[in-house]
């Protein structure tokens, strides 16, 4: 069992259209990070959220922090092409940060 | 300039050969990391380095061992390679909670 669920695991649309992933723990986290990893590259750092409730707006991407701090969302308002990629949530447990299995995004145009 | 630089790109081998992949930072953080992710796309960490000295060390077959010369440098180590260890690895580094993470080693055991 993963202490953070991502949901869904793959989503493939067409340009243009609106998505939202998700990612749920029973845990409460300090903050939650979400990452963007592109095809032989390494994941980089798209937002950090802290604050239970917290919404952050990054160009077409909107970024919520549940109340609870157990759960996060990603919204992407008209996709595009250059949105595809893998979306992983990531919290600190303990000492260390632990990722989601991410959600692979793949948008056609 | 890449700030979290890591070599080879790729690296195919034979079962049971001893091979290594070396991590190198230019953002003089303090902790770096050593991650694997699986070929669902899974990351998990695998050891983490602050200062040079080993802070997390999760369940990994002692086949695996990082070096730390200095803390730009961490450097993973693998003997007697098994079918298993084939994943990309990730190296990275932090400040704080935000991790920068390297383009990655593909590593394939054949």
């Known amino acids: 069992t993963q202490l953070l669920e991502q949901s869904p695991q793959f989503l493939s649309i067409q340009e243009g259209e609106n998505l939202t992933v998700y990612c749920n723990s029973s845990?409460?986290?300090?903050?939650l990070q979400w990452y963007r990893q592109e095809p032989g590259e390494g994941p980089v750092l798209l937002v950090t959220?802290?604050?239970?409730?917290e919404v952050k707006k990054l160009k077409r991407l909107t970024f919520q922090f549940g109340d609870a701090r157990k759960d996060s969302s990603l919204h992407i308002t008209a996709a595009q092409p250059g949105d595809t990629g893998l979306y992983l949530c990531?919290?600190?447990?303990?000492?260390?940060?632990?990722f989601g299995a991410g959600t692979i995004l793949r948008v056609k145009s | 300039d890449t700030a979290v630089s890591q070599t080879p790109k790729y690296l195919v081998t034979q079962m049971g050969n001893d091979k290594s992949i070396k991590c190198e930072q230019n953002?003089?953080?303090?902790?770096m990391y050593w991650y694997k992710q699986d070929s669902k796309k899974f990351l998990k960490i695998m050891f983490s380095?602050?200062?040079?000295?080993?802070?997390i060390n999760e369940t990994v077959p002692n086949r695996f061992s990082p070096k730390s010369p200095d803390k730009a440098h961490l450097n993973l180590h693998i003997n007697s390679l098994e079918l298993g260890d084939s994943a990309v690895y990730f190296c990275?580094?932090?400040?704080?909670?935000?991790?920068?993470f390297g383009s990655g080693t593909q590593l394939s055991v054949l």
């Open positions: 990275a580094s932090s400040q704080g909670e935000k991790l920068f």
């Open positions: 845990s409460v986290f300090s903050s």
């Open positions: 959220v802290v604050t239970g409730g």
């Open positions: 990531a919290g600190s447990y303990g000492n260390k940060l632990v």
């Open positions: 953002l003089g953080h303090d902790t």
């Open positions: 380095y602050n200062n040079k000295e080993l802070i």
